[in-house]
Nanobody, 120 residues
C-alpha cells in the first residue's frame, strides 16, 4: 500500500524559514520522482515543486521560486522542502506525493500533510 508521511510543519513568523520532510512507503523510492503540494485554507491543492528520482532535476512553482529548496536523500527514503523568507500566503497544509508535477486533481491517495502557519 502506497502511503506518505509528512512532518516538520511549524508556526513561523513572516521572514522565517521552515524545513519539511516526507517519507514514502509501498513503492520504489529511489526510482520515483516526487512532488510537494500545498493547500491553503479555502483553496485548491497546488504544486509547490518537484524533484526527479536522482535529484538532478528540480522545479519550483512560481509562488516559491527563489525561496524554496527541494532535495532528497534516497538512502534514507527522505524528501525535503525548505522555504525561506516565508510569507503569510505560504500558510497551508503541505503534502508530498509520487510523480513529477502531477496535477493534484489526478491523485486520490494522500498523506496527512504537515501544517505550516506563517503569522506574526
Amino acid at each position: 500500500q502506497v502511503r506518505f508521511v509528512e512532518s516538520g510543519g511549524d508556526y513561523v513568523e513572516p521572514g522565517g524559514s521552515v524545513t519539511l520532510s516526507c517519507t514514502g512507503f509501498g513503492f520504489s523510492w529511489s526510482t520515483t520522482p516526487m512532488t510537494w503540494y500545498r493547500q491553503a485554507p479555502g483553496k485548491d491543492r497546488e504544486v509547490v515543486g518537484a524533484i526527479s528520482s536522482s535529484g538532478d532535476s528540480i522545479h519550483r512553482a512560481g509562488p516559491v521560486a527563489g525561496r524554496a529548496q527541494i532535495s532528497r536523500a534516497n538512502h534514507e527514503n527522505r524528501l525535503y522542502l525548505r522555504i525561506d523568507r516565508l510569507k503569510v500566503e505560504d500558510t497551508g497544509l503541505y503534502y508530498c506525493n509520487r510523480g513529477y508535477l502531477r496535477s493534484a486533481k489526478n491523485i486520490t491517495s494522500w498523506g496527512q500533510g504537515t501544517q505550516v502557519t506563517v503569522s506574526s
